[in-house]
């Protein structure tokens, strides 16, 4: 009698056991779903940053071809300006 008591107390631990492996098994399956979503953003992240990246050397390179152009012109123009005071200044007044 003292084993059959053994055997029926040791059953109820075998089902929950059983139950907690199969919930351990339901949150790990969670767990690497959930993993995989955020690897998945991780990576459509990444790629964003990688366009931007990209996207904010092309317009740094456009700023500075925009500011070799505007110095070019602002010399240009003081040169002309420069010319046209002299060119003035060479005619006698009448």
């Known amino acids: 009698m003292c084993c059959g008591n ?8 075998r089902h929950l ?6 919930n351990n098994a339901l949150v ?3 767990l690497r779903v959930r993993l995989a979503e ?4 991780l990576e ?8 931007l990246t990209r996207r904010l050397e092309e317009m740094k390179r456009f700023v500075s071809v925009m ?3 505007e110095s070019y012109l602002k010399q240009r123009f003081r040169e002309q300006r420069e010319y046209l ?9 009448e």
């Open 6 to 13: 053994q055997r029926r107390s040791l059953s109820p631990n």
């Open 17 to 22: 056991s059983r139950r907690s492996r199969n």
């Open 28 to 30: 790990v399956d969670t």
């Open 38 to 41: 955020t690897e998945a953003r």
């Open 44 to 51: 459509r992240v990444r790629a964003r940053e990688a366009e």
């Open 67 to 69: 500011e070799i152009l």
């Open 85 to 93: 005071t002299r060119l003035l200044s060479s005619i006698p007044p």
